[in-house]
Structure formats: C-alpha cells, structure tokens
C-alpha cells in the first residue's frame, strides 16, 4: 500500500505542445496540460461530456520524450504525484498552484 501515497494516474489528451525548458546544469523540464473528460447522463437523462485540465511538470529524460513525440492533442497516460505551492503576484495576490510531477509516461496516440 506504501505506492498508493499521494498517487495520480491520468489518461488525456494534450491540450499544446509542451514547453520545454534547458536549464544551465543540462537538466530539462517540461510543463503541460492534461484535458480528461468523463461522459455521463445528467438527471434529465441527457448525455453530459465534463472535461478537466491538469498542470503537469516532467523532468529529465521524461521531459525530453514529451518533447520530441508529443503534440496537441496527442493522447498519454500518465503517473505521478500531486504537489501544492503558493506565491505572490506583482499585485500582490497570493497565488495557489497545483501539479502533477510525471513519474511515469506511455504514449498512447495521435490526435
């Protein structure tokens, strides 16, 4: 039970290419966003798509295969692990994100 700690898994469609960045050490880091969508029927019966968009962060060797073979639209699967920070604005509002830091990654398909 210890691997089901703050545990993700995610299956969805890419919504841009991702942005890579290089930093001075080599190490590369990839951000994205994840759409995943549920399909059910609302009370009246009538058929409801509900999608949901996810910030991903990918390092390394990950970050580098999200480069080179994914696009917009590109279905993945993915794990990782949830992570929550804050900051402040120029205004001065305290800002929250959160991420999903990729662990794992399959490629699944086109668009």
Sequence with gaps: MKNLRNSV????????????????????????????????????????TRTTWHNLVAWGKTATILENHTDKGNEIAVEGKLTYSNYTDKEGVERYVTEIVVNELVLLGGK
């Design 9 to 48: 898994q995610l299956i969805g469609r890419l919504g841009a290419k991702p942005e890579v960045r290089t930093f001075d050490n080599g190490k590369k880091m990839a951000k994205l966003s994840l759409a995943t969508s549920e399909i059910f029927k609302d009370q009246s019966g009538e058929k409801v």
